[in-house]
């Protein structure tokens, strides 16, 4: 069984950082793509960043400049560093992964609150 657990959400000033991790544990053979997607209240979740095998990454336009995602492959682990935080980055953050162990799926973390107010 596969389990994807976050941690480093938080309240922040804005202008602040935070930095989200999330590793990937249980019967893993390989892991394509990584991410994170946030869903505020009364919102859709929307996709945040994501980072493939290889490197690639991909960004929301509101926070392209602010927000970098990277991976460690060795710990199946992903992160994301935010800075330069805003108070509409208030949101539920989720780790997103594909992740090929007994089968091929894609798993979601409990998620981690991350809440940027003065």
């Known amino acids: 069984q596969v389990q994807l657990v976050e941690s480093g959400g938080g309240l922040v000033q804005p202008g602040g950082s935070l930095r989200l991790s999330c590793a990937a544990s249980?019967?893993?053979?390989?892991?394509?793509?990584m991410g994170w997607y946030r869903q505020a209240p009364g919102k859709q979740r929307e996709l945040v960043a994501d980072?493939?095998?290889?490197?690639?990454?991909n960004y929301a336009d509101s926070v392209k400049g602010r927000f970098t995602i990277s991976r460690d492959n060795a710990k199946n682990t992903v992160y994301l560093q935010m800075n330069s935080l805003k108070p509409e980055d208030t949101a539920v953050y989720y780790c997103n992964a594909e992740i090929l162990g007994y089968r091929y799926g894609v798993y979601w973390g409990q998620g981690t609150q991350v809440t940027v107010s003065s």
């Open positions: 980072i493939r095998t290889g490197g690639s990454t």
């Open positions: 249980g019967n893993i053979f390989s892991i394509n793509a």
